[in-house]
């Protein structure tokens, strides 16, 4: 008999552990990494920022996309192998980064940096290839193409932004670069690339999240439109002659909250799913959604909120996000790991529900908290923050461990597939 054919799984199982592990680290860090009262973007700060940017966001971004790209446009990737195993690089690159900036040594920055930068290429080069080759067979498929090359764009420019600054800080000679470009990195990578994506790719699982009945999003071109052009103001405002852009573009990412939230709140509210705790996560993320913008305004009008800013921004309105959807995608991919590819288990019959409901409380208790620290220059207790993360993590790990021995132990009552 032939020997049988290794199983693929449409999302790489280690890069969603991988990002799994990155959220522990990140508050591990906000508990133990001793904060002064106002935190400012210092390094401590920054491997914070990066372990959330790179290692949970990014890192869950880039294996899911390995399924959303031909998923969503019905076609094969181009090397995928090779896209996948890139992830490999990257990660290594990233937690290198986030040491160089614990330990103040700017060499393991400047090399974590090019490492990252170069797993980043392996992926991208397959993927722009992939996308390059394909001709949309419907007219609603069209649109999809460039806004996947676009948003795989940002990304590539924030990821060279930021080996320019990484350089820079071991001895590059073009050091003026971190004079400038923080700030345009930032808008690059958190609403550029990161933002955008979420605001994307979530048009579509939502209905299933939800249990509602696929239905066109009335707001969504316009929520796409209003949130690029404020992305786009605030990255031209940071140019001092053209200062005067910034608060249009925070006008226009107020207005895409408002939209955004026209189209999801009334599936979040009339969904029948009846597994409730990831539309709770993803309402938490639009709450934080407008809470960013609301801090934004803030940091215009001369406040030092730029650290409670990439806080709410990363761990709340983005990294809710993240849980909301891992609780649905996620807890499917773990179905068809333990059971085969062709499971069709429900996440509600196997997701301990006391433990979701945990996690949630747990994480909007230690967001809610690290904000005020860093709203009103508490630093320091920042750590009992942390420490809240910490326990909803584990309360999100269990939930995910409670599920896979659920699936490995007993057969499931037949549950409708919506569920």
């Known amino acids: 008999m032939p020997d049988p054919q290794p199983i693929r799984h449409w999302i790489p199982p280690a890069s969603l552990a991988t990002s799994l592990g990155a959220q522990g680290v990140a508050w591990g860090l906000l508990a133990f990494v001793p904060w002064p009262e106002r935190v400012g973007l210092s390094l401590p700060a920054l491997a914070w920022i990066h372990t959330v940017a790179l290692g949970w966001l990014t890192m869950t971004a880039l294996g899911i996309l390995v399924h959303v790209i031909p998923g969503f446009l019905d076609l094969s990737w181009a090397k995928e192998a090779v896209a996948r195993w890139s992830l490999l690089p990257f990660g290594l690159g990233a937690a290198t980064m986030v040491g160089g900036f614990l330990g103040g040594w700017p060499g393991a920055i400047a090399t974590g940096a090019t490492l990252a930068v170069l797993g980043l290429a392996g992926y991208l080069v397959p993927a722009f290839w ?13 649109p999809l193409k460039p806004a996947f090359m676009t948003v795989l764009g940002l990304l590539a420019l924030a990821a060279t932004f930021g080996w320019l600054m990484a350089t820079a800080l071991a001895g590059a000679p073009w050091s003026r670069v971190l004079v400038w470009m923080p700030p345009a990195h930032a808008v690059l990578g958190g609403l550029g690339w990161l933002s955008m994506l979420v605001l994307g790719v979530s048009t579509r699982p939502l209905f299933p999240v939800t249990g ?12 796409s439109m209003a949130f690029s052009l404020g992305g786009l103001l605030l990255l031209v405002g940071l140019w001092g002659p053209l200062a005067w852009a910034a608060p249009l573009g925070l006008l226009a990412l107020s207005a895409s909250v408002g939209l955004y939230a026209a189209d999801v709140l009334p599936l979040l509210v009339r969904g029948r799913n009846p597994h409730h705790p990831p539309k709770a996560f993803i309402g938490s993320a639009l709450a934080y959604f407008g809470m960013a913008v609301a801090i934004g305004w803030g940091v215009w009008a001369g406040q030092p909120w730029q650290a409670a800013l990439a806080f709410v921004g990363l761990s709340g309105w983005l990294g809710q996000s993240v849980n909301g959807y891992a609780l649905h995608i996620g807890v499917r991919l773990l179905c068809t790991v333990v059971r085969g590819p062709d499971d069709e288990t429900p ?3 196997v997701v301990p529900q006391p433990l979701a409901w945990s996690a949630f409380g747990l994480f909007q208790a230690a967001l809610l908290m690290g904000t005020t ?11 009992m923050a942390g420490g809240l993360g910490l326990l909803g993590w584990a309360a999100w790990m269990g939930c995910l461990i409670g599920a896979v021995l659920r699936l490995r132990s007993r057969p499931l009552d037949p549950t409708p597939r919506h569920a």
């Open 373 to 383: 620290c860093l709203l009103t220059d508490h630093g320091s207790w920042l750590r």
């Open 347 to 349: 996440p509600f019959a």
């Open 212 to 223: 509602h009945p696929r239905v066109p999003l009335r707001w969504h071109r316009h929520v």
């Open 130 to 142: 992939t996308l390059g080759g394909h001709r949309p067979g419907l007219p609603q498929a069209a």
